[in-house]
């Protein structure tokens, strides 16, 4: 299956783009397609602990298992205010 | 609860905003706070921010903060306006508006929607060197 995926603030920069599509097999955790996405994207494995990850509009923890559909974003430190 | 949240590259009017208040019968405290880009970030001289979001989920995430302060504490009324965009040094980019019988869950409802916006809500900063 397809997932979109979008990169947000200094992470766009990063991956060079700010959103992409990437396919993943079924039963895919949150964690396995960062995984993927840090291969891709080599600097974006460089703040690879500091991600921040969404599907959807809420935040996910790594064991979250995507589905058909999803859209996952990943994005630095929020620093609202 | 009542709520009311803007996001959005208009400068924010607190006079206008104070101007619209409505205070319900029995609310005793009003805690405003504005955040105000400062001229320095760090060690660096800066003209304003550039300030990102992710628009729909910043809003889903204010509005589960909103939940959990209604859980919490009898606030009657949360008004938050963030700005996008450049904001200039010495403007402000938050204001937080929380009205509630007394100060106490009024202070401690408006410092608990900014500590949670600062981890949870998307929006991200870039600051512009002078």
Redesign the interface.
Known sequence: MIIAV?F???FADFAGCNKTEIEIENGTTLAKLHERVCEQFPKLAEAKNST?K?VG???QDDDFVLCDGDEV?F??P???? | MKTELTISIDAIDEAALVKRREMGDGMGAVVCFSGVVRGREGDTSITAIDYEAHEEMACHQFRLIFDAIEQRWPVDSVRVVHRLGLVPVNEPSLWVEVTAPHRAEAFAACQFLIEEMKQKVPIWKKPLPA
Do not use: H, I, K
């Open positions: 979008q947000w603030s200094y921040l969404a509009l809420n935040y974003s994005f630095p929020v620093q609202g205010g």
